[in-house]
């Protein structure tokens, strides 16, 4: 029922940027959280940018003062700017958006994913 798409993946040359977005239907249930997760060929999927529906963010050491997280609650969007954008930056990156579960919240529902690849 829940869909997530993201879009704005490219080719981006160092120090350049992006605006990746991800549009939520199907739920009737504000996200309590949303977030972005990237993966690299041969690693783990890893914690990119999460944002609570309260405005709270939270943000990986290695793309803070560089990625922005920002989303619409009432527009069930979710988006990432990315400045100053590194090779290793090259990722598939995923959209994921958490109901709350109990006392706790789990990241339930995710995207298929968008290309970023940061080369010269």
């Known amino acids: 029922q829940v869909q997530l798409v993201e879009s704005g993946g490219g080719l981006v040359q160092p120090g350049g940027s992006l605006r990746l977005s991800c549009a939520a239907s199907?739920?009737?249930?504000?996200?309590?959280?949303m977030g972005w997760y990237r993966q690299a060929p041969g690693k783990q999927r890893e914690l990119v940018a999460t944002?609570?529906?309260?405005?709270?963010?939270n943000y990986a050491d290695s793309v803070k003062g560089r990625f922005t997280i920002s989303r619409d609650n009432a527009k069930n969007t979710v988006t990432l700017q990315m400045n100053s954008l590194k090779p290793d930056d090259t990722a598939v990156y995923y959209c994921?958006?958490?109901?709350?579960?109990?006392?706790?919240?789990?990241?339930?529902?995710w995207g298929q994913g968008t290309q970023v690849t940061v080369s010269s």
């Open positions: 994921a958006a958490a109901h709350q579960v109990g006392t706790g919240y789990a990241y339930n529902y």
């Open positions: 199907g739920s009737i249930f504000v996200f309590y959280a």
């Open positions: 944002i609570t529906s309260g405005g709270s963010t």
